[in-house]
């Protein structure tokens, strides 16, 4: 059964750079599926941040893209989130997840439970 | 951009009722659409794909339909189990992106 395990610092300051990590268990992250990472910040929807396929090019929400970077390390079987100059609007809890390119419209349909981030000034 | 726009915020229902959410699409899209269950602190869950495809496991009351800029998730006999917020999203391929409605939440 794959799984998917997010971890992060929780706390972080406004200004620095959050970095994230999602582990993948019982898979490998260079199989033919596309990774990405979403967000939630309180009270607030789903908000899609990127994905990244391997050996292929990593997509990000214009919104966030000068400030995000999701790369994967297929050593230790992770993918990793980076998010400069935070804001206490980046406060939110970060998923990571798989979208599945055998289904019609490549849906979302493997989720790590999140991990919380809250940015403080 | 696509925004994706769900109605209502908020739906007050109980047990064994009939329930419809909406989605709307600020422009015709295509059928790269899905549904999703989330549950406070749980991982999110994949309800419907393509509009109207039931993901695997996901039980007959959960149905989906739709087309174009109007994209509706019914659950027959809404069951305890069933209290959550569900979000609609679309696919675009070029280039690929995900994007997200708001979400209802049934309570």
């Known amino acids: 059964q794959v799984q998917l395990q997010e971890s992060g610092p929780g706390l972080v300051k406004a200004s620095e750079t959050l970095s994230l990590t999602c582990v993948v268990f019982g898979s490998s992250v260079n199989t033919g599926y596309y990774w990405g990472w979403i967000r939630q910040p309180p009270g607030k929807g789903l908000e899609w941040i990127a994905s990244l396929y391997p050996s292929g090019t990593t997509y990000y929400n214009p919104s966030l893209k000068s400030r995000v970077t999701m790369s994967l390390d297929a050593t230790k079987n992770h993918l990793s989130l980076s998010v400069t100059s935070l804001t206490a609007a980046d406060t939110a809890v970060y998923f990571c997840?798989?979208?599945?390119?055998?289904?019609?419209?490549?849906?979302?349909?493997?989720w790590g439970r999140g991990t919380p981030v809250t940015v403080s000034s | 951009e696509i925004v994706m726009t769900q109605s209502p915020a908020t739906l007050s229902v109980s047990p064994g009722e009939r329930v419809t959410l909406s989605c709307r699409a600020s422009?015709?899209?295509?059928?790269?659409f899905a549904w999703y269950q989330h549950r406070p602190g749980q991982a999110p869950r994949l309800l419907i794909y393509?509009?109207?495809t039931r993901a695997s496991g996901i039980p007959a009351r959960f149905s989906g339909s739709g087309s174009g800029t109007e994209f509706t998730l019914t659950i027959s006999s809404l069951q305890s189990e069933d209290f959550a917020v569900y979000y609609c999203q679309h696919y675009h391929n070029r280039p690929p992106s995900w994007t997200f409605g708001q979400g209802t939440k049934v309570e």
């Open positions: 422009q015709s899209v295509s059928n790269t």
């Open positions: 997840a798989r979208a599945d390119v055998t289904l019609d419209g490549f849906p979302f349909a493997l």
């Open positions: 393509g509009a109207s």
